[in-house]
């Protein structure tokens, strides 16, 4: 089943302007999009929290955390929605390269997308226009928005999160957005803010107009990244 809005695809704009601070740790938590407390991070205090934060490893944690206006926000991400992330970026490389289309990035990779805020898209798509050299950028969090921003959705995400992430992502210039539901084995595809397709499990992924051509079929997906893994 296909469901498509009809609202016209609008041009990137300019980034809002910084958020006022929140007055109470409840306005913070709705601003976040009602996360999991255990996903707010209080060390460096709400607001304070910077860059260098986010590539910190204390005592060797291997957590991952995104900036989202001086506040460390750990992403949510269990060993299952990893795993089909890390079945997508495979395929997803594969096309690039053949295609010579330009680099994939997983799910610990920075992204810059407004100054403040810093996402890591569980995969992501970046093409040649936004490397002119066809170099890699020297710093750890470069200024750097994706043409694709892939998410497996996770028990610890919430909705309100997640459209306030699809408002960031087309706001800064993202051109096509998955979002993908393990337990129903369903997405959604947005190719702006108000341009959704849902799509079942017997539908397939398309890479248009980001990966013109490629094509894949949602349990496909699903059947390759379960291969061995374990059954109730």
Known sequence: MTTTATSPTPAPTEAAPEPAVPETLADLHLRLGGVPLERI???????????ADVLLRPNGEK???????????EKA?????????????YLLEQFVEQHDLGFVFGADATMR???RLVRLPDVSFV???????????????????????????SEGNTEAEMEGKLDEYFATGVRLVWY????????????SRTDVHLLTENE???GDPVLPGFRLLIRDWFERAERGRGRD
């Open 63 to 73: 957590r991952l955390f995104e900036l989202v206006d001086g506040v460390l926000v």
């Open 113 to 115: 997308l407004r100054p």
């Open 204 to 206: 397939s992924l398309e």
């Open 77 to 89: 991400m269990g060993l299952y929605e990893a795993r089909l992330a890390t079945v997508l970026a």
């Open 127 to 153: 093409s040649w226009e936004r490397f002119p050299n066809r170099r890699l950028p020297a710093e750890r969090v470069p200024d750097l928005v994706p043409d694709l921003a892939v998410a497996v959705i």
């Open 180 to 191: 993908l539901y393990p337990e129903s084995r369903t997405a959604r595809v947005y190719t």
């Open 41 to 51: 991070r209080c060390q460096p205090p709400p607001g304070t929290a910077t860059e």
